[in-house]
């Protein structure tokens, strides 16, 4: 006697398995998206708003923010509150459901707070509303099978605490160094700029400093003070300064250049006796 089997059970393609603590709908629509960002890489995903408000995706994305907790928003509004209201969270899902469908859904601000680091310094943090952690979980369960198939492809694990392993992240590499003070036994996380960070930075350096470059002197130092602003400003936290001090010797044997190219005849914008740092410091340079 054949037993027909149920309709979760012929839905269940090859090679899928349900995530633990997923409904089988939301899960399969996350497994069928996470395959076709591995197979088709370059395929675009158009059409995945109308994802973010289906009923299992926002009643997930609820039981997900509620399970990590945390403080109220600005509107003080609680897990508690919401559940002691009439409709309890299902009236919320239901309320946040019709504002994505018809677009009229709108975040409010974040309630910033502080927290004290270890070395005594305020670590800002930013708190939003439950509604919207729940609209923000819905996109991520949405939106992360699509990027961790790209992610996981590209991603190389690094264990800094090997000898001589460093990381490259964000234009900073990160490497654990010896004890600046000869401790032994005693290691920091040295951060600064990567190679590829300098080289570009020289690169754009050049473009301001280069022989048929049409503009003054005092007009170049003022471009050449603009980027090395924002440059150090980036890579200021951590340990930049030998990698500053490689750059601001670059930047004077460019400014060296430059000046003698100015013309047929030399540029003399230097004083009697003045060097070419205390001449550029005169008319504005700013050292890193």
Not at 117 to 136: S, T
Not at 241 to 255: I, S, Y
């Amino acid at each position: 006697m054949n037993v027909p089997r149920s309709t979760t059970e012929k839905a269940q393609p090859v090679g899928f398995k349900s995530e633990p603590g997923l409904p089988f709908k939301l899960s399969l629509l996350r497994w069928k998206l996470h395959r076709k960002a591995k197979q088709e890489p370059a395929f675009r995903f158009y059409a995945l708003y109308d994802r973010l408000y289906r009923r299992d995706v926002l009643e997930t994305a609820y039981r997900l923010a509620k399970k990590n907790d945390g403080s109220p928003g600005v509107d003080q509004v609680s897990f508690t509150d919401i559940e002691s209201c009439p409709g309890g969270s299902a009236g919320l899902i239901d309320l946040l459901q019709e504002e994505l469908r018809n677009k009229s859904y709108k975040p409010s601000p974040v309630r910033r707070t502080y927290t004290e680091k270890e070395n005594g310094k305020q670590r800002p943090l930013g708190i939003p509303c439950i509604r919207d952690r729940v609209v923000q979980t819905a996109a991520k369960l949405v939106l992360e099978p699509i990027f961790e198939a790209d992610f996981f492809d590209k991603t190389t694990i690094i264990d800094l605490r090997q000898e001589r392993a460093s990381l490259d992240f964000l234009g900073f590499t990160l490497r654990y160094d010896q004890d600046l003070h000869g401790r032994p036994g005693r290691r920091y996380l040295n951060t600064f700029p990567s190679k590829k960070a300098v080289m570009k930075h020289r690169e754009k350096l050049r473009g301001f400093t280069r022989s048929g470059y049409k503009r003054t002197l005092s007009d170049t130092i003022a471009k050449v003070n603009q980027a090395n602003r924002g440059w150090k400003g980036y890579f200021e936290p951590g340990y930049p300064r030998q990698c500053f001090r490689g750059m601001n010797h670059f930047v004077l044997g460019r400014f060296k250049s430059f000046i003698n190219h100015r013309s047929q005849r030399r540029c003399r914008p230097l004083r009697d006796g003045e060097s070419l740092y205390a001449g550029l410091r005169r008319m504005g340079y700013e050292p890193l």
